[in-house]
């Protein structure tokens, strides 16, 4: 089959209206010859893609596609994808190939071109080794059937529905799973979970899967009453003793095959010692509710040996454990992203807004206003709004990324309020932004 025939085949039956010297039809027969890596169809293979059940992205949506694929507000375009998948359609297939050639590179993008593929896309998929990563998206089939991504697509579905009945069919097959998709199912239990799948994760600690036995222990670190906690809550109390003033701490001189399977990895990383790693690890699976004392009092005790190493701990804890009070309470010692996805989105907001009064728009205000759910509201957009046009004068060079990021995450519906808030070129910026996105997703519904 020629360059010619793959392109005319993915496109039978397509709109293809004309653009401007229909440039874009042209370039996707351009760019399959260019990316694609074709494997030639063999003799009882189908000669063109069966039609589409997905109604099609409007046309001034798909335009403003190209101009996103052409380099205007190229970031935007995870957005773009998850908008568009989320209404359930799929995108020209004249622009299936340069999203395809994006989705090797990104992997973030693949579970919405799963969805705006179609089946012209796993047509091309199935016959381009380098776009085969699409086939591993799900597509609808069921649990018996399906690869394994519509098998975990199904599997957190039924999770979110029926927590008890989504624990027993994966107990009904673990055995004849694979190790690879047993590290996949086993992260599906984080939501809805509970004490009645401890002892199904209780069990995986001995899998012979690293992923596997980590994610069950993570799991199960959620969990006060599981019995990884209560083991790790006996071997934190040999290495914290806790008293009205001062902490003493004596770190594990060892790493046995007991805490191994608990979830304590024995190597260390690179610059930090055994026993401050191992006595880390320990205190982050611990339960952060067996100290007895809120979190803010704990900080305030003197740690008399290996301060920063218990902190740190109590941070990874905070996270694991998803301890709300525990999270606001080691931000405000260390600001790190991980630890406001523990919180709600208006907690995160209002957090991040405070952080962002204190701060000059360094790399760790980037970092924690990265890691707040967009879309934000009027509260954090004002302060971040206000922090641009403070510093617009004394550090213009050093606002780049702060006024993108703004007019990625803010949310759309208020871009008359940053057109209003003032006239000065980096605030319309992010107006321009934000209305280019209010516009976009406009063009989606």
Known sequence: MSWDDLASTALVGTDRRPYPGDL????????VRRRAGWRPARPGEPARAADEEQDAVSRRAAERLVRILGGEHERVLPEWLAVAAGAGRRVPAYLLPELLHRGRRDDSIRADLGVLAGRRGRWLAERNPVWAYLLEEPTGETWELGRAADRRDHLRRLRAAEPGEARRLLESSWERETPEDRAVFVEVLAEGLSMDDEPFLESALDDRRREVRQWAANLLTRLPASRLSRRMAERARTCLTVGPAT????????????????????????????????????????PLQMWGVPPGEMLRKKILDWDSEVKTAWVRAAVLQREPEWARAMFAWDPISDLLETLGPEEQQALAADFTKERDPDSQLIMVLGGVSPRWQETLATAVLRKIIQMATTQPWNLGELITLAGERVDPALAGLAESFSPVPPIQQVAALLRFRADMIKELS
């Open 24 to 31: 874009l039809g042209s370039a996707a027969v351009e760019v």
């Open 247 to 286: 902490i003493t701490v004596e770190a594990p001189s060892s790493c046995d095959k007991a805490m191994e399977r608990d979830g304590i990895r024995p190597k260390t990383p690179r610059g930090v010692g055994e026993r401050a790693w191992w006595l880390q690890q320990v205190i982050a699976r611990a």
